[in-house]
Structures are given as C-alpha cells and as structure tokens.
C-alpha cells in the first residue's frame, strides 16, 4: 500500500474537526486529500474511531494528579486501511471565578450567582473580602447553533453553548458549607470557531435571567434536545412535607428572595429548557408535567417525543416522558418502570430482566405549575412515619425512608406530578435503584445506557430500603456501579392496558459495564483504577460508535473521563480530573460546521475524602496554585494536541 501524502498539520486539523476532529464524510477526507495532492475519486472515507488509553496519574508525577491531564490518542481508521493519530489535550474557555467578556464591551464573573432580582449575591464570610459568589462546581454543557446568529465581531462562525452551574461547595472562609443554598446560575457562552481548525474562543458570557421559572435549584446533568435546546435538570427535589425543618432550602430561599419563607418547595425538582437566541441570550422554561423527580439528566429520543430520565436518589426508578407533540415537552404523558425478574448487574448473566410500565398520569405543564401554586403538601395526601394501623393508609418506601400514606380523594394528578416519588411507589412501581445518573441513547441500535453511580442501599436484599418484590434486589453491594443498557422498542402497552404512543419505550435492562471495589491499593483507590468507578455522566457517539463516561467517584483518587466503544468493547481511559474533583459537563457533538466536539468540565478539585489521606499534604498546595484555592473549576472541551500530528500506516 502507497503511503499517503504526510498532510500538513493546518489540513490534518481541517479533517479531523476540532474536539476530538475527525472526518465526518468521505466529501470532507476528499477535500483534504485533494488540497494534498489527491483526488477526489481516490479519497478514503472514515471507517471508524479508536482511543488509546492513557495511564493514570500517580504520586511520581504531583503536578498531572493536581490538574486536568490528557495523555491519550484518537485514532482514525480510513477505507484505505490507513490509520492518523492525534494526541489530545484539554483547552479550557475559562476557570471559574474569571472575569469574561460579557459582550458589551464590559467583563462579568464566570459562575456568579445572583438574585431572583438578577442582582449579584454576596459571600460576606470573610471581613474585608467581600465578593459576588462563584460556583466551583460547573455541570451540564450543550454545544449548539441556532439560526441566522446576528453576534458581531467574530472572525470565523458563532457557535454557543450553554453551561448550568450545579452549587458553590463552600464559602471562600471554608468553613461554611453552601451545597443547595444558592440559586443555581445557568449561562450561555458565545464562541467563535475557526474555520480552519475548528477552535473555539470565548467572545461573550451571558447570564440566563431565571426569575420567571422561581430560580433553579441544584442543576446537574443535561443534554442537547433533538431539536437544539438544552434540557437542564433539578436534583434532589426538597420534600415539602419537611420544609419547615429544612434549614438548606431556607438559606437558598433566603439568598434568592431574601425571605426564608418565600421559596415554594412545588416549584423545583422539574426539567428546565433553555432556548439560545441568535444574539446569544437566551429565554427559560420549566416543564413541570414531566415528574419532580431527582431530575439528573433528560435524553430525548430521536422521535423527538419520548423522553428517558435519570433519577439520582435512593429509590430512584425508571422514568419516561411521552410528549403529545413533536418537539413540545409541555404536555405528555408519564411512565414508571416495573422491573421483572433476573435483574443482575454482574456481566457474566446474559439475560436481561424485562420492564412493564406503569401510567402515572396526563397533564400540562401549565396546569401541574397552577397546582404547584395554589396546593399544600397535606392537601395532595396524608404521610407519616410510623405505622398507624390503619387500611386506609399504604406502607411504601421512598427517599430511602418507610412511609406510610393516604392519598387525597381527587388528588391523582398532583399526586403524580408533584409528590412522583411516593405516588410511583404507592402505584407499586419499583423503586428501588440507587443514584441513577445520566442517560444516553445509541439510536441505531435503539439502546438506552443509564449509570447507577452506587449499587448498594435500596439495591441490596435485606437493607432496610430495600423493597422486597419490585424485581430490585441484588445479593450485595457494588459501591462501584455499572452501566445498564435498555432496549428500545415500539408497541408496548401499559400494565393497565393502554397503548403508549412511542417506539422508544425500554422493555429490559441489564448491565453493560461493572466497576470492582477493591481494598485500598497503594495510591488510596478503592476502586479498581484501571475500570470505571461510579459513573455519572454518559454521552454516546454515533458517529465514533462510542460511550463517553464521566465518573463521580469517592473511590478513585483521580475521577476519569472514559471511552468504551461498543462494537470492539474497547475501554479507554481518555483523560484524568484534578484529584477530588468530578468528571461532568460531558457532550459529544458528533458535527458542527463539519466540526466535532466533546465537551468536559470538572468540580470541587481538591474536595477531600478518606481515600486521599495518602495525596492530600502533597496534592492540596497545588490544586489550591491552579484553582483559586480551590474556589475555581475548568469549563472546557477536548482538543488536539498543539504538535505535529502523525500519518501512519494502518
């Protein structure tokens, strides 16, 4: 075979299309391979996309534990059977707590937080050093375009993304915890891309004014929906039932009205939608008709209708979203899974345990928010903790507690869209999973994957959240995780008999890839270092036929971003996160102006727990040198490495 013409780095770059770049059609390889010397009859067309896996981190190298490191390679295979390497490397837009340009020719700080009045909130901690707050702690990213972009002054096409900040883990005293007590901002980044190497530079930062959908709380995973919104999240809904003793959801409902009181606990735990203007702002709406759940992350199918989401809490379950309309999530109608029998998460059982679903309710996001509105927890049902001998009232387990309750006569709507967690239950739906975290969806194989970050509480048979029957129960513990994969099909009914209007619905699950605790090794892991620990986000390539993995782990010295391809089930590790900091933001966009991207960010580096004892004294002076003492995080995406690439020979 005729070796091909070396390309120049400039046109290597042109193909393989900026993060990480690869050729997306063979008009694109003849492009290239024309301006070489080629032709276009001759040009080679992508085959495929492979990851070297690079080597963790360790204590012989300090400075690669105590920062973003990338130390693997995409390889390309061609039709030619030839084969181009490309180093990668990571390029942050920015690190929290820096001042951006905001557009207008002034700055605006990166992750500030602020007031249902849009005015900065103040972390007056330390005297002296009064400053807006910041968020360490960056989460779901989308890369998108919208239409006719009207942004000027940009040299090459704009591009956006929009980046949800999930909760500052302390005040700058650090001292004073801040998890869930401010609003969580949310903003979208105007980028200019070069269309020569696919670069993307940071031109303007813009605010999202969240006052019209009551503020957002403790925003996580997200995605890019089919039809190019971001579709955000709000995690560990607040209990109502509770709120008077919840001294978290005070202080939030303090720094965002500035009345502890004020916040109505019915008005988070839903799925925002952020939609990009072409000037680079953007408008915001809650959807308050698709269950207040742990919302973590929302995938959209390709029908643009049903939706599958995770449910990051102890007796989570299985949920999905059926819109009325294409494209149009404010009306629908809501699912819970029943899992049958064989439910296994070790990878040797080949069988999958198969999946029912149970109807919850039809509703409008407008009418479940008037609800949210005008009802009292008491009215929508009566719950208490212990058993109070009566008939009337059902036993159910929920948030990892046993309740008992009555449900309201006439309440079954806002039962099911505003109390979803203990209607589900109450429904017999199984309850039973264990932080249940992102969802992706491989759509030519009409497969679903959801992580469960921890398999162990309500998972395990005998623990005390454990639901005896509802098709959930494993001998022991896997505090390491897996990640399920569901098939998806069409024709499926539920388990009263009603048709459900998708051809997206899951009908099993069983698991694809299974981490392994270990006793701590030398370096601290307690999790075997060379698999995936607690994953958390996950993004599918079609293109790359690859599953990105995030991993949020307390087992792992340094969190991973993985690649685990699934036609050679090849697992690579493809770059390490600061030491106790965790793996999020992740997007893989597939094509942009020709162009390819993964997007990545980080949280809390440097958040200590007992696994670190060994790293801590000689980690800590450094992450606190490269992330304002620890108070900053990266938001940022995968690149090629600024060097030669090289051609090689397959």
């Not at 650090?174 to 070069?194: C, E, F, H, R, W």
């Not at 079954?412 to 199984?430: M, Q, W």
């Not at 440097?606 to 620890?630: E, F």
Request: some cysteine; charged content about 15%; aromatic content about 8%.
């Amino acid at each position: 075979m005729t070796q091909p013409t070396m390309p120049t780095r400039r046109k290597a770059l042109q193909l393989l299309a900026g993060v990480p770049m690869l050729p997306l059609s063979a008009s694109a390889s003849a492009a290239l391979l024309t301006a070489c010397g080629g032709s276009d009859s001759a040009a080679p067309s992508f085959v495929s996309a492979s990851f070297t896996s690079m080597a963790a981190p360790t204590l012989a190298n300090a400075a690669a534990m105590a920062t973003t490191t990338v130390g693997s390679t995409l390889n390309i295979k061609l039709s030619d059977d030839s084969v181009r390497s490309y180093q990668l490397a990571y390029q942050p837009f920015f690190v929290t707590g820096d001042m951006v340009s905001d557009g207008k020719g002034g700055t605006i700080l990166s992750g500030g937080y602020y007031d249902i009045n849009n005015k900065p909130i103040v972390d007056a901690t330390v005297a002296g050093k009064e400053r807006q707050y910041f968020s360490d702690s960056p989460d779901g990213t989308s890369l998108l375009t919208v239409a006719n972009p009207t942004v000027t002054g940009l040299k090459g096409k704009a591009v956006f993304a929009v980046v949800q900040f999930e909760y500052t883990t302390w005040a700058q005293d650090g001292k004073t915890d801040m998890y869930g007590k401010l609003p969580s901002p949310i903003a979208v980044l105007t980028l200019d891309q070069d269309q020569t190497t696919g670069k993307l530079s940071l031109v303007k930062y813009h605010n999202v004014d969240t006052s019209k959908v009551h503020g957002l709380w403790i925003t996580c995973g997200a995605s890019l929906s089919p039809w190019g919104t971001h579709l955000s999240s709000e995690e560990y809904e607040p209990d109502a039932f509770n709120i008077a003793s919840n001294a978290m959801f005070k202080t939030y409902s303090k720094n965002l009205y500035g009345d502890e009181t004020k916040a109505n606990p019915y008005h988070y735990g839903h799925m925002p939608e952020v939609t990009v203007n072409p000037d680079g702002t953007a408008s915001i709406k809650k959807h308050f008709c698709m269950g207040r759940i742990s919302h973590e992350l929302v995938q959209v199918m390709p029908d643009n209708r049903t939706a599958l989401m995770g449910d990051d809490a102890t007796n989570s379950g299985y949920f999905v979203f059926v819109a009325d309309k294409e494209k149009d999530l404010s009306s629908g109608t809501l699912y819970v899974a029943k899992v049958g029998s064989g439910f296994s998460i070790d990878p040797k059982v080949g069988t999958a345990a198969p999946l029912t679903w149970v109807k919850m309710g039809s509703a409008t996001s407008a009418e479940i928010e008037n609800l949210a509105n005008t009802l009292k927890p008491t009215d929508i049902m009566t719950v208490v903790s212990k058993d109070p001998a009566d008939a009337s009232y059902t036993k159910i387990v929920a948030n990892g507690k046993t309740e008992w309750i009555k449900l309201s006569p006439g309440m079954e709507k806002a039962a099911a869209f505003l109390e979803t967690h203990r209607y589900a239950a109450y429904l017999g739906a199984s309850l039973g999973f264990t932080k249940m975290e992102g969802t992706t969806v491989n759509a030519k194989d009409k497969i679903a994957y959801s992580a469960l970050q921890n398999i162990q509480s309500s998972m395990v048979a005998g623990n005390a959240a454990n639901v005896p029957g509802n098709g959930i129960s494993v001998p022991k513990q896997l505090v390491a995780g897996a990640v399920m994969a569901l098939n998806l099909k069409g024709g499926q009914k539920d388990t009263a008999g009603g048709t459900i209007n998708s051809e997206w619905m899951p009908v099993d699950t069983k698991v694809l890839l299974a981490g392994e605790d270990i006793t701590a090794d030398a370096l601290g892991n307690t999790a075997n270092p060379n698999n995936v620990a607690n994953p958390d986000n996950l993004k599918f390539s079609e293109k790359m036929r690859t599953l990105f993995i995030g991993e949020d782990s307390g087992q792992h010295v340094n969190n991973f971003l993985w690649a685990y391809n699934v036609d050679t089930k090849q697992l690579s590790r493809v770059m390490s996160i600061p030491a106790g900091g965790e793996s999020t933001g992740l997007h893989a966009v597939d094509e942009i102006n020709g162009w390819t991207y993964i997007m990545s960010n980080f949280q809390h580096a440097g958040d200590w727990g007992a696994i670190h004892s060994v790293v801590k004294d000689t980690l800590d002076p450094l992450i606190k040198a490269n992330y304002k003492n620890k108070n900053g995080s990266a938001v940022g995406y995968l690149t090629a490495a600024a060097k030669q690439p090289s051609l090689n020979q397959a």
